[in-house]
T-cell receptor, first 114, second 110 residues
Framework: NAGVTQTPKFQVLKTGQSMTLQCAQD?????MSWYRQDPGMGLRLIHY???????DQGEVPNGYNVSRSTTEDFPLRLLSAAPSQTSVYFC?????????????FGEGSRLTVL | AQRVTQPEKLLSVFKGAPVELKCNYS??????LFWYVQYSRQRLQLLLR??SRESIKGFTADLNKGETSFHLKKPFAQEEDSAMYYC????????????FGSGTRLSIRP
């Protein structure tokens, strides 16, 4: 039972480079989301999606793009990485109908931007 | 706007002592409140939700709408309770933004 799978687990980028963090879930969850975790700031919502083809912004969306072409996948794109995007990124998913509120998290992806 | 505040970054108590992790929220609608926990080298996971009114691993949390609080309590701390705890809020019965607080690291001393 894979649950929520994130890749890569670790990545080092140079300022200005682009990359995509992958997230896949095999639980047929409609709701998927991306968070970043920073010391002293907790988890902050970047983007979320309530179903294929539907995405919306969270608390800190600037510098990130998402798309949801399938129920299973929700990639997070950094178009031009900045040092301020150094963080640990978590993907999480949940049932939307009925809504339970229980998020299932991936293991996290640690990103360093030099 | 939704906001979750956890005023303590670190809480250190002795084994067997009572524990209370504070959580306050601001939300204009009808909220659902949750506590999530992240043990060392494990994934973040749901501990309990206010709507279930349940006790998990000896922890309970009561939603106080008058004080807009959802504090997490346990009468007797155990060493295995050491972890990072996050309070979270979402809109009632609707898949929407789930907002987290900044977290409290609980350390249980032997």
């Amino acid at each position: 039972n894979a649950g929520v799978t994130q890749t890569p687990k670790f990545q080092v980028l140079k300022t200005g480079q682009s990359m995509t963090l992958q997230c896949a879930q095999d639980m047929n969850h409609e709701y998927m989301s991306w968070y970043r975790q920073d010391p002293g700031m907790g988890l902050r919502l970047i983007h979320y999606s309530v179903g294929a083809g539907i995405t919306d912004q969270g608390e800190v969306p600037n510098g990130y793009n998402v798309s949801r072409s399938t129920t299973e996948d929700f990639p997070l794109r950094l178009l031009s990485a900045a040092p301020s995007q150094t963080s640990v990124y978590f993907c999480a998913s949940s049932y939307a109908r009925p809504y339970t509120g229980e998020l299932f998290f991936g293991e996290g992806s640690r990103l360093t931007v030099l | 706007a939704q906001r979750v505040t956890q005023p303590e970054k670190l809480l250190s108590v002795f084994k067997g002592a009572p524990v209370e992790l504070k959580c306050n929220y601001s939300y204009s609608g009808s909220p659902e409140l949750f506590w999530y926990v992240q043990y060392s080298r494990q994934r973040l996971q749901l501990l309990l939700r206010h709507i279930s009114r349940e006790s998990i691993k000896g922890f309970t949390a009561d939603l106080n709408k008058g004080e807009t609080s959802f504090h997490l309590k346990k009468p007797f701390a155990q060493e295995e309770d050491s972890a990072m705890y996050y309070c979270a809020l979402s809109q009632h019965s609707s898949a929407s933004k789930i907002i987290f607080g900044s977290g409290t690291r609980l350390s249980i001393r032997p």
